[in-house]
């Protein structure tokens, strides 16, 4: 468990940025998404989500935007930037050599 | 919202050092968190109690989230260190290169100062202005100063209205300085212990001229302090970790006191030096325990603390 919380930590703001790429998210709705599309594989300290994203926000990759609901209520939604796709691209490009690296050693029906 | 959450927010908030508006924002922001939470385990089947504690559970300590999400504030760009060091950079030209032997230099120094304080302060007191708003209370010291030294009468005047005034204007940098932290007492105040460690080594007693020599003999090594204190400035903006603000403030002015000293051979007594130190601690302890002590509601009466609804 603790090696793949950890696991999360290393890779957090490539997978809040790839959330925000297809659509503007809230926090609460960012934990849920993960938890949902992982499977429940990705379940984290919630308290730690936040930082992330006010850290990726202070850089300039996602802009957060309060909204008001019908309801009354107001939630921040998070925006990917320009900036914060291109940083994505990189990421993406350099997660998908690095498991293709992985599966070429790892995977025993890969070998000769 | 029940009273364990109510009670969690609190903590965040009175553990979070951000301006206003930033935690204003994020309590907003955490609260909004809650309730969509809160409302999915009640319609669950979980009472409306559990509900909370398990929420909280999920977010983790509220003195965590309140550290880690300072840690995202807390760096500054490279130009905001650079802007906030450089009225040491300045005092440390004034000495290297000698302008301090101009009064035109000096004067365009402490205007420009001046007005770059009175900009930053109604701009919202962002950090880089706190080591400008120290130097800018040395004109203030100064003329107060000066005025001791008129003929006798207007020093009356220096003790019934200007002195009142200073020290109306020193609480009023202090009120608002420490609602927004501590610690930007401590950057503000940093240089003053070595100012006046050179103040006493250059013996501004006796003859000017002897004075005036010795200042031009220390003046090398008073701009190596600035200098110092310009670095440990950019490393502070530039750090995101509390502890290590803190420490790269605290080490810095031990370090250049011990500078001042050496220098300062055989004119710095070692009890003075010890003094020094005792002011340099201060500086830290005094704020802090200042801070703690609005916060507790025990000086709420003298420093204007209200915690935000």
């Known amino acids: ?112 | 919202m029940t009273a364990t959450i109510s009670h969690y927010l609190d903590s965040i908030r009175d553990s979070l050092r951000l301006d206003i508006l930033s935690k204003k924002e994020v309590i907003s922001e955490l609260e909004t968190h809650i309730e969509d939470e809160v409302k999915e385990l009640t319609e669950a089947g979980l009472s409306e109690e559990e509900a909370a504690n398990t929420c909280i559970s999920l977010l983790g300590s509220a003195k965590l989230v309140a550290r880690q999400i300072y840690e995202a504030h807390s760096q500054g760009t490279w130009r905001q260190a650079l802007f906030a060091s450089l009225p040491h950079l300045l005092f440390c030209l004034l000495f290297a290169l000698s302008w301090w032997q101009g009064i035109g230099g000096l004067l365009i120094m402490l205007i420009l100062i001046l007005i770059t304080t009175v900009y930053g302060w109604w701009r919202g007191k962002p950090t880089w202005l706190f080591p400008w708003l120290g130097y800018s209370l040395l004109p203030v010291v100064a003329a107060g100063l000066f005025l001791l030294y008129l003929p006798r009468g207007w020093s009356w005047v220096a003790i019934i209205i200007y002195i009142p005034l200073g020290l109306w204007l020193l609480y009023r940098i202090i009120n608002h300085t420490i609602k927004k932290d501590w610690l930007y007492l401590s950057l503000m105040l940093l240089p003053i212990p070595i100012i006046i460690g050179w103040f006493i080594a250059v013996e501004w007693r006796g003859f000017p001229e002897y004075s005036l020599e010795r200042l031009r003999h220390f003046a090398p090594w008073i701009g190596l302090s600035f200098l110092a204190l310009a670095a440990a400035v950019v490393t502070f903006i530039r750090l995101r970790k509390r502890w290590l603000k803190i420490a790269v403030l605290f080490i810095t002015g031990l370090t250049t006191l011990t500078l001042v000293a050496f220098y300062a051979w055989g004119r710095l007594e070692l009890i003075t030096f010890l003094l020094l130190i005792l002011l340099m601690v201060s500086i830290f302890l005094i704020p802090a325990l200042l801070e703690n002590g609005v916060r507790s509601g025990k000086w709420g009466k003298i420093f204007e603390y209200r915690p935000m609804a």
């Not at chain 1, 957090?12 to 940025?17: E, F, N, R, T, V």
């Not at chain 1, 429940?40 to 609901?69: C, D, S």
């Not at chain 1, 900036?83 to 994505?88: D, E, F, M, P, T």
């Not at chain 1, 070429?104 to 070998?111: E, Y």
Request: glycine fraction near 8%; charge should be positive.
């Open chain 1, 1 to 112: 468990m603790t090696q793949r919380r950890e696991l999360i930590k290393g890779n957090i703001d490539s997978l809040l940025l790839c959330l925000m790429s297809q659509k503007p998210m809230y926090g609460y709705q960012i934990i849920k998404e993960l938890e949902h599309r992982s499977e429940g594989y990705f379940q984290f300290k919630e308290g730690t989500l936040y930082p992330a994203l006010h850290r990726l926000e202070k850089v300039g990759l996602i802009l957060g935007k309060w909204q008001m609901l019908p309801t009354g209520q107001q939630r921040k939604y998070y925006h990917i930037t320009d900036k914060g796709y291109a940083i994505l691209v990189e990421k993406r490009d350099q997660w998908q050599d690095f498991l293709t690296a992985m599966n070429l050693i790892i995977q025993p029906s890969g070998s000769k």
